[in-house]
């Protein structure tokens, strides 16, 4: 007779093989278009490294083959065309790492060079100007007190001319005749925008100060006919608000504002994406509930609103209107297809797929369910659950699944990493817990500092519903997770022992403390609203470090890094394995080469999947590290 146990190595086996099909599964996102909207600059990762690509938009079915623009070996992560679609710029992962450097390029791949930025300096890209002719780029504050400072560069000649500074500033948008900038300031969470007149250099705020919330879009366009002013700022916030909604402010000379309007909301969505024709006539809203997405078009001069059915994925990302309206082009993806760019026509609503899709393994991939529980203090949560195909009725060994930010969201995106788990027998919940997006503005900050520790409590809440609703064997639950989700393993595993079997840390602090001291100067200012002061604070940061309690962690743990992550830095995971090392406690360490605190590269992330899915299998399923290293090699 077969034991489920016994299965275990030839499940993974397959599960492994599984991973390398769906890391080779290649994705296409972040689209721009030319101001025709004839054709579409994207990055994609089809050669394993995540390059720039162009490719003309054609709608017969007839899909041409995407051009490879190179410009070096690291991975592009921002493209963006300018107006007069004479350049393209990127922003390029320097060695892999967080530190980005700015690349322009024409079109038909020549005249590429370094605008800004290296491996010592970091470098934003931000927008083109609506004429097309020059572009922002931003280099943050340093921890020398120097602030942050954006410049308008000249493509042709590498000129920068000053245009703003400020403590985190990131310019948002630039009005036609370069009159008007919009600036967004502030720690996370706790963010202000002004709009900038350049001729009289007054700065007017656009929402009220002192309110808590964020703000990540912002459009100038010209005022509709029925506002006085000739510039109208539409943002994407929930600055002093229940939930991220559109909100539309009148702009004019001599220091004039109107008064901000509520321009569309919903009580069960927040408003993640917002674009706009250049006329100011047409609206592109995506918003998102509860994770998935869902489309409006909105004009403006009624406000009236039409939804778009159809579409072709669960999850929409990084859409962009093009200039006369006719076309939006954006990325889908769902649980069971990678990332894809598709089109849709304003005016028929039509679909049609603008790039190739990749080849898929004939295995079918699991489709997550949405699951609601209570937080131990009665707050709602929901977590998206992978029920392994092998263990549908009984219960049997989790996965738990913390994802980054805090204010991050699990979405039913495609997840190599959690199918090739289910795959293997081991079932992935991933939830949402407090300091999570996508569900207002309270539940956001319901974290921040001495809200931590009712954070953690979710998790053990989280690991709670899976025994309580029979999904989970307890003694054989593993909490994982990836840069916060990576120190809320450590956390739950050092402050909740015995709760959890094994811990899989990707990136995570392990001490808050030398977190601030080691972190890039602008990530550790923008945290100080989330985590704490790291000298008003220092007692809290220290009672919620993992580190100092690593004696507590009497389980296998596995623990992540890469090479050039300087955002979590490197030493967060050498610390934790050192002080586990000495206490003679199960730990593993793997150490991911030329990759920061995003795992870029192909060959990275199916050493991850493997590494990952060995351990798991190792730890929740009771057979030994020989038995499971016979069935699965590098």
Known sequence: MTTQLDAAPRNVEAAAALADALVDAWGSWGPNMTPDARCVAFISDRSGVPQLYIQDVVLDGNRPEARHIRLSDDPVVKVRWAADSRWLTCEVATDGGVRTAVWVVRPDGTDARRIAGDTETHAELGPWTRSGHRFVVTFPGTAEGMPTRSYLADPATGRLDPLAEGALIHVLDISLEERFIVIRDGERGQQFVVVVDRLTDEDLSVLPHGA??????????????????????????????????????????????????????????????????????????????????????????????????????????????????????????????????????????????????????????????????????????????????????????????????????????????????????????????????????????????????????????????????????????????????????????????????????????????????????????????????????????????????????????????????????????????????????????LELPGEGHDYRRADSRKRLARTTLRFLTVALNGVTDRVVAAELTD
């Open 212 to 589: 808590t919330g964020s703000t990540d879009v912002a459009l100038i366009r010209p005022a509709p006919e029925d506002h006085s002013g000739p510039v109208y700022v539409y943002l994407a916030s929930d600055v002093g608000l229940p939930r991220r909604q559109l909100i539309g402010v009148p702009f004019g000379p001599n220091g004039w504002r109107g008064e901000p309007r509520t321009l569309a909301a919903r009580d069960d969505a927040e408003l993640e994406f917002v674009d706009a024709d250049d006329a100011g006539r047409l609206l592109l809203l995506v918003w998102n509930v509860a994770g998935r997405s869902e489309l409006e078009l909105m004009d403006t001069a009624t406000g009236g609103r039409t939804p778009i059915t159809g579409l072709p994925g669960l999850v929409a990302a990084d859409p962009v209107l093009s200039r006369d309206g006719s076309s939006v082009v954006l990325g889908v993806q769902g649980p069971t297809r990678p990332r894809e760019l598709w089109h849709l026509d304003t005016t028929t609503h039509a679909w049609a797929r603008v790039t190739s899709a990749p080849p898929l393994p004939r295995q079918r991939l699991v489709v997550p369910t949405l699951e609601t529980f209570a937080g131990r203090d009665g707050l709602p949560l929901t977590g998206w659950l992978y029920r392994a195909p092998t263990r549908l009725k009984d219960p049997g060994p989790v996965a738990l699944y913390l994802h980054g930010g805090p204010e991050a969201q699990e979405r039913p995106t495609f997840h190599p990493e959690h199918q090739v788990l289910a795959a293997a027998g081991i079932t992935v919940f991933a939830p949402n817990i407090r300091g999570s997006s996508g569900f207002g503005r309270e539940f956001v900050h319901a974290d921040d500092l001495h809200g931590r520790y009712a954070a953690f409590a979710d998790v053990l809440a989280a690991a709670d519903h899976l025994v309580t609703a029979e999904i989970a064997d307890p003694a054989r639950i593993a909490v994982t997770g990836r840069s916060y989700g990576g120190y809320l393993t450590l956390a739950s595993l050092a402050f909740s022992p015995g709760v959890f079997a094994a811990g899989v840390d990707i990136c995570g602090m392990s001490d808050l403390v030398t977190f601030y001291r080691d972190s890039e100067p602008w990530i550790a200012a923008a945290a100080v609203s989330k985590y704490g002061h790291p000298e008003r604070d220092r007692a809290l940061l220290e009672d919620i470090s993992p580190l100092a309690s690593a004696n507590l962690i009497d389980v296998p743990l596995l623990v992540v890094h890469g090479e050039h992550d300087t955002n979590v830095p490197i030493g967060e995971a050498h610390q934790i394995v050192a002080a586990l090392r000495e206490l003679d406690r199960p730990v593993e360490y």
